[in-house]
């Protein structure tokens, strides 16, 4: 099963599995990571699943999937990087075994 690694703003960090189809948000919130909310449940509507994907990662992840995360990701509480996702809209494959994504200061 794919692993991935969350990078809490502190620096410490945990390594979990996320099922392939699954995405990273519900994998932060079924291992008990926090860092992300998740309030909507991937609708996606809240932008409290923000995270910056690491850079090792960002060709393999790409950018925001579309217009509407795009301007979700406006309204998220911290500082918006060219790296910013919604955790919610990335869905783990195999070929994301391994990925890093590194969690904001705050959803709120
Ligand atoms: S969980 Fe609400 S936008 Fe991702």
Not at 3 to 12: K, L, N, R, W
Request: charged share 20%.
């Amino acid at each position: 099963m794919p692993q991935v690694t969350y990078i809490q703003f502190d620096g410490s960090k945990q390594t979990v599995d996320v099922p392939v189809g699954e995405n990273v948000m519900r994998g932060a919130l079924y291992n008990g990571i926090d860092g992300i909310a998740g309030e909507c449940g991937g609708a996606p509507s809240c932008a409290t699943c923000h995270c910056y994907v690491d850079d090792a990662w960002t060709a393999k992840v790409g950018g925001p999937d579309g217009d509407v995360e795009a301007e979700l990701l406006e309204a998220a509480a911290a500082e918006i990087k060219a790296t910013s996702r919604l955790s919610c809209q990335i869905v783990m494959s195999e070929a994301l075994d391994g990925l890093v994504v590194h969690l904001p200061e705050t959803q709120y």
